[in-house]
């Protein structure tokens, strides 16, 4: 079936998020999530010190599918396409929302690109089908809202 992604707001200030991998890709996402107060853990066989030092909790250690229980939702960040496939099909089964980093395929959401300035964000989405077009928008929007807000002031 073709993909339709809905765009929605989510609060996942209360939330536990999942990450899966302990590596740049990784980390990447914690810094996005971080923005929006998410309570993060990961698990991994091995963690780079930064993921360390992000101050999330982690568990150094192999995956299994009863690290899902109790979590909204997942990143799978193993850059392991076999393991992505398996914890895809594991988040389904557990009733947890996945992502799997870069591959639009597996992924039950997708991450917009996103500008934030206070109360107000905005976020573009490509249907998963080119991020590189929805970074562009991205930054034209954020361009086009930074010069209103100066010739404002
Ligand atoms: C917006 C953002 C949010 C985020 O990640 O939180 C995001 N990717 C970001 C950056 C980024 N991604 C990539 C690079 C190149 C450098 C690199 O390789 O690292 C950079 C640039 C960089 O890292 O600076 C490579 C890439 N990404 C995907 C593929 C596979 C494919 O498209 O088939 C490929 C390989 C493409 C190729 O073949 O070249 C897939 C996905 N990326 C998505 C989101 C989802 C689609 C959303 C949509 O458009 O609907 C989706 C489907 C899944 C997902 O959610 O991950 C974030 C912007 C951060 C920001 O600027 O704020
Ligand atoms: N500079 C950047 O911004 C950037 C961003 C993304 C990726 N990269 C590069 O791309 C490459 C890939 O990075 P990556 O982070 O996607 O992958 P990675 O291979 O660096 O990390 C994969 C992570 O998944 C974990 N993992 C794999 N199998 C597991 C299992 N069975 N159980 C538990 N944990 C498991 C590993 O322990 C590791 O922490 C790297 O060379 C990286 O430096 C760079």
Same mark, same amino acid.
């Given at each position: 079936?073709? +993909?339709? &992604? ?24 914690? =810094? ?18 930064? *993921? &360390?030092?992000?101050? #999330? ?7 299994? +599918?009863?690290?899902?229980?109790? &979590? ?23 009733? *947890?929302?996945?992502? *799997? ?8 959401? *997708? ?19 080119? #991020? &590189? /077009?929805?970074? =562009?928008? =991205? ?6 809202? /930074? ?7």
């Amino acid at each position: 079936m073709e +993909k339709n &992604y809905l765009p929605i707001a989510i609060d996942i200030s209360n939330s536990k998020i999942l990450i899966i991998g302990g590596g740049q890709s990784a980390l990447k996402k914690i =810094r996005i999530l971080q923005r929006s107060g998410a309570n993060i853990e990961v698990v991994a066989g091995n963690i780079v010190d930064e *993921v &360390y030092a992000s101050g #999330v909790i982690c568990h150094l250690k192999k995956y299994e +599918k009863s690290d899902l229980n109790g &979590y909204l939702m997942l990143y799978s960040c193993t850059n392991n396409e076999t393991l992505d496939k398996q914890i895809a099909e594991d988040g389904k089964e557990a009733g *947890v929302l996945v992502n *799997v980093h870069d591959n639009p395929t597996l992924c039950q959401f *997708v991450s917009p690109a996103i500008y934030r300035d206070g109360n107000l964000s905005v976020a573009v989405n490509s249907n998963a089908e080119n #991020v &590189y /077009e929805a970074i =562009r928008v =991205r930054n034209l929007i954020q361009e086009y809202l /930074e010069n209103l807000k100066n010739t404002q002031i």
